[in-house]
């Protein structure tokens, strides 16, 4: 579904400098698959989904999503980032409806469409709040719910769960794979977290940085559906070890 | 709770003021200051209610003069903002502008508008206008800017349009910045039409004031003034009013 050929990024700053944020990236995602990027911090991971994402332009190589080469923001997409950017003057309801809104469709129409979504991320009777009245958690499912609305093909997700604690990321993590049997759709996931990495996808792609390049990518093979105790199968641990060597392997040779 | 909220909101600040006022209509008495120098409470009360058909009049121009120029801010100054925001090259062009407007001091601008535009209301509604106006664009202009980039990207994403996202994001993300340079500009208006009816007027309470020092009539002088503090306090909270009906996302969190 998507195919990164050979892209690279290279940003130039407000003083003129060059930066190489990713480089010679070659990625092929299938429909429906779930692949998650981890690595360390500035290797051009939120670059990456943005590319995707059609917001800003590659340097060099192509990019196609179904077949259709990628060079302004298509709207098959939904958005998912690091703080839940909700609206604060909107109610839980409006800010689910945001999404439709803004692609010109008439809200009216979705109002029972995005309730059904808040009650399948634990959020039914929140409608009327406004999301400062939300735990972090909470106002984080919001913003799924608002890029689940309009049931994009592509799901892109920037260190969704990174601002929340540990015991509310794991809980996240298995219910958005519960919503992601429910209705499947390609996501591509980025996290700083390896446990989480390997939970969730189906591929991990491990990348390095500066400038930032596919280190490895591995298929996770755990059976689905997944729960906490695919994190004890000896598979899981095998993973996460192969993930946490690649990157500190990098680290020392770079040091 | 509740009774401990009313006693500390409301009762000990009534006390305090109560007290002040007792003090000093002793101390006039109990030490015969001259009432030009430091006329009684009681007086300026008195005083303000012999005056008070002709105040009506007074504070009447002085409100027009202030709303006037308080209007005028909003109306240029919003726009403004909104062109500093989403041109850089006319962010350029004006910010110098706006910045050098507002350090020439206002006091010093009077007499040459009244010169220029003569007497009448609207030289002070153009000083009041001049004073006011730079809190608005620049807390507005902030508010704008404010907006966290993965908004815009994800509005981008949606492919709406640059007013779309600028009338349902971009706007009501500014309205809290808005109405902070709101509540500042409504309290500068009165200074301003205060300081243009000092400069030359027959109208006003400003010009009631000045001409109530020249004839040593201070208690007019303060119960103008009073009259005066009252009216900006009613026009701030009549701005704060309608920024909690505009804004009621900001209230804070009902407590149950
Ligand atoms: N708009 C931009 N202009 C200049 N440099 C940028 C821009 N966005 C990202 N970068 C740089 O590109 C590199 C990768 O950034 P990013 O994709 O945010 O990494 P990650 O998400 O993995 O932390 C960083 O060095 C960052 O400073
Ligand atoms: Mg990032």
Redesign the pocket.
Known sequence: MIRLDGVE?T????RGDL????EDVTLHVEENEFVT?V????????????LVAGL?PVTRGAIRVRDTAVSEPFTDVGFVFQQPVLLPWRSVLDNVLFSVEMLGLEPRQYRKQASDLLELTGLGGFETKYPRELSGGMQQRVAICRALLPDPSLLLM??PFGALDAMTREEMSLELLRVWEERRKTILF?THSIPEAILLADRVVV?T????RIARILEIGLPRPRTIESEFDPRFKAASDEVRSLIFARRAATR | MIRRRIVGDYLVPAATLVGVLVAWEAATHAFRIPRFVMPAPSAILAEGWDWRYRFLGHAWVTLYETLGGFALSIVVGVPLAVLIVYSPTLKNALYPLIVLAQSVPKIAIAPVLLLMLGHGEIPKVIVAFLVAFFPVVVDTATGLAATPPELLDLSRSYRASAFKTFLKVRLPMAMPFFFAGAKVAITLSVIGAVVGEFVGSDKGLGYVILSATSYWKTELAFSSMILLSVMAIVLFGAVALVERLVCPWLAPAGEE
């Open positions: 990024k940003y130039r700053t407000r930066v190489r944020a990713v990027l690595g360390p911090s500035g290797c051009g991971k939120s670059t990456l989904l943005r800003t920037d260190e980025v990348m940085a500066r400038p930032g």
